[in-house]
């Protein structure tokens, strides 16, 4: 766990919308382009930010949005004693490069530079220690986690290098190795940052504008979106209030198809349901069905995420999915998706 976030540096955490994104994916061979929310990000540190991303499997503009949320990309200035950072990681900072034209100063636009003590929080924690660097690691953290990170990244000063790190971090409480437990995305942020606010504010800054969404959708060809609905349950002996759905966060399409059909708790982000499901008993199948959730896959996809829902009718040319927070964030639509769609369908379950 790496701590809270800067007071006075950041969007205040208590004014939090809780929101889980549809994030566009970074597609091989195709430029990044960041979230609307994203776009003050030094032009720079965007490519940056795709390397890293690539380098770790998570979505740039996440990664951007905790450098926004945690130091302002780099603008941050508490001027606080270098010591604070423990001699063993200040060894390995390159303070040249945060001096007035120095490497890291001109990429961020820092006209007058900063020192190292101006990247540490002055609010200590966890033992005492002071939150450091460009994406803001505890010591503790930063030591554990920096040699497992690709790439041997030594300097939590350099952008690049605390982005890896961060990627990498997350990556690992994704994947269960930091934890012994997959989990979802928005909850690996959750304990990189201290809080279910901190991931939602991340999250909320990465997520792209409705517009966006579309027009992306339309490019890549992820079929029509026939209407925009209320939130009625579409399935058949709902419960009122709909069907336990707890563990997935409200807005997302999880929570959904959670809301509309029994389903295991913690199966994971979107993409990974079809494998969890199975493993959970639940039979799969690679052809639509009336009721059976679709599952779309990540990064070559829809999102980082994936995406999930509920199959509604079969079509020659596709299938009617009811989905959420694939034009927008709690916002529940109908469209058709063709079929057979090999590339971004994963398969279903029944």
């Known amino acids: 766990m790496r701590r809270s976030t800067f007071s006075g540096f950041t969007l205040t955490l208590f004014l939090v919308v809780v ?39 998570i979505d740039p503009n996440v990664l951007l949005a905790i450098a926004k949320v945690e130091c302002s990309f780099g603008q941050c200035r508490t001027g606080q004693p270098d010591a604070l950072v423990p001699a063993d990681i200040r060894a ?102 201290g809080s279910q606010a901190y991931a939602a504010q991340v999250l909320a800054l990465a997520q792209a504008p409705a517009a966006d969404l579309g027009a992306q959708a339309a490019s890549l060809g992820y079929g029509r979106v026939l209407e925009v609905t209320g939130q009625a349950p579409v399935m058949n002996g709902v419960p009122p209030g709909g069907w336990p759905h707890a563990t997935y966060p409200y807005g997302q399409c999880t929570w959904w198809v959670a809301y509309n059909r029994p389903v295991p ?65 709690a916002i529940v639509d109908q469209r058709l998706s063709p079929w057979p769609d090999p590339q971004h369908v994963e398969g279903f379950i029944l």
């Not at 609307?36 to 890293?52: E, N």
């Not at 009718?313 to 964030?329: I, K, L, Q, T």
């Open 19 to 57: 929101v889980a994104a549809v994030l566009g994916p970074h597609l091989p061979g195709l430029p990044f382009a960041p979230s609307a929310r994203l776009s003050d990000a030094p032009g720079a540190l965007l490519t940056i930010a795709a390397q890293a991303g690539d380098a770790t499997d």
């Open 265 to 329: 708790p913690y199966l994971g982000d979107a993409w990974q349901w079809l494998g969890n499901a199975a493993r959970s008993g639940y039979q799969i199948s690679g052809e639509p069905t009336v009721g059976s959730i679709v599952v779309y896959a990540r990064n070559h996809g829809y999102s980082t995420f994936g995406h999930v829902g509920i199959v509604l009718e079969v079509r020659p040319d596709g299938f009617v999915v009811s989905e959420m927070n694939y034009v927008g964030w």
């Open 92 to 193: 390995h900072i390159d303070a040249a490069a945060l001096q007035p034209g120095g490497r890291t100063a001109a990429l961020l636009g820092l006209a007058g530079g900063r020192h190292i003590g101006d990247w540490v929080n002055p609010e200590p924690v966890a033992g005492g220690q002071h939150a450091m660097g460009f994406m803001q690691f505890l010591p503790s953290t930063w030591r554990l986690e920096a040699p497992l990170a690709p790439g041997n990244p030594r300097d939590p000063y350099d952008p690049f290098q605390a982005m890896v790190v961060a990627g990498s971090y997350l990556h690992r409480l994704e994947s269960g190795a930091e934890t012994g437990r997959p989990e979802s995305l928005s909850d690996a942020i959750a304990t990189y940052g």
